[in-house]
């Protein structure tokens, strides 16, 4: 059961202060006292980048606790989501996740699970390299946008260091920054409501799109447009598709991963509205033996952490049983509409020859918009915990949606 609003508003402070004091323990000179007065910083590769390695000796809690990401693994024993959600190989045919689904492993693999999709083909651009690697998001901001039209088979093999230390820092780990200029580009009011700590992260964890000159995008302008409502009415407006379902014709769309949209905009979750950011709740603060504090970059769920859990018991009696009822909730309520839609798709393709061009078009839309409202709750990566209210409003428009075409096509 959530606690009072005043306690979870005094733990937010409290959090942030320590994100400061975290911070700050990142200086160089903090974590090496005799440290000279000269130049530490270590050599950039050749994009720019100093690898995590090289920032080892300078802040090695940090790097020993992002090396334990490893642990996260694709033989961890990952999902695959074609296998947990059958419905999907119907939903998806004709695209490129119909070859393959899995679930995501740690950042610690965001290069080789790239590179061993079986949805990368000759023809895919170097765009889908995007929050893969900081060499490619360093190299986007030396070069310019032209980079995400060159061809990807050419590019990866050139990059060897995963998601690290400069996506979130540049190339100065006592700051923090967001390092993709694209996705600085669409956070409008966002960049000044809402917390630093969750930016860096959601520069990744959105939703987005390849616009016209095979740019990564995000489909909105600052908070009014980052519900899934919204982004449909831009999608729509500019006549944007993934893809064309080969049974329904419909124009789909493939939701990415929009947990930092779930948590900040539309119905703005309960974490969001009492200050919290993505690292007070998956980023541990941790102390040396010799009373140091730092911020863990082993990226984990509350549920996985003894030191979060303990933060977390301030505002929540129960916080592992909440978690599992709504993803409980929520993963039902997914796997039963999943199967709703594949009847509709039956139905739709069933009926499609004979059904006048304004009934058809209408059908299909239905089947574009239910489609993409499941779609943004199941690839948002909590299964519902981030926001269990904007999750079940999605899935309540999906099955309205679904309900209206059923009875079109009566």
Partial sequence: MLKSKKLRLTLAALCATVMVVGLAACAPRANNPAA??????PAEDRFGVIKAEEWAGLYPHQYETWRANEANSPESGKDDYLETYPALRTMYKG??????????????????SIAETPRVTDATLANCIT??????????????????????????????????????????PTALEVTSGFYRASLGDAAESTPLEAQVCGQCHNEYYFNADKVTSNPYDGLAGMDAEAMLAFYDSIGFKDWEHPDTGAPLLKAQHPEFETVYGGRQSHMAAAGFSCAD????????????????????????????????SLCHDDLAGEVAGWQKEVTDREQAISRDIVR???????????????????????????????????????????????????????????AEGFALLA
């Fill in 36 to 41: 000279p007065e000269a130049d530490l910083t």
């Fill in 95 to 112: 695209y490129g996740f119909a070859k393959g689904y899995d679930e995501a492993a740690s950042h610690s693999y965001t290069l080789r």
């Fill in 131 to 172: 929050c893969k690697t900081p060499q490619f998001t360093a190299l986007v901001n030396e070069e310019g946008d032209g980079v995400y039209a060159e061809k990807f088979s050419e590019l990866i093999v050139q990059f060897d260091e995963p998601v690290s230390c400069y996506n979130c820092h540049g190339n100065d």
């Fill in 281 to 312: 709740c998956h980023m541990a603060t941790m102390e040396t033996e010799g009373g140091a504090r730092y911020a863990s970059h082993d990226l984990v769920s509350p549920l996985e952490s003894p030191e979060l859990m303990e933060k977390c």
């Fill in 344 to 402: 509709y798709i039956e139905a739709l393709a069933a009926a499609r020859d004979a059904l006048d061009p304004d009934t058809l078009a209408r059908a299909q839309q239905i089947h574009r918009h239910a489609q993409f409202y499941w779609d943004y709750v199941m690839v948002e990566n909590s299964e519902g915990a981030h926001n269990p209210e904007a999750a079940h409003a999605n899935l309540d428009k999906a099955e309205a949606l679904l």
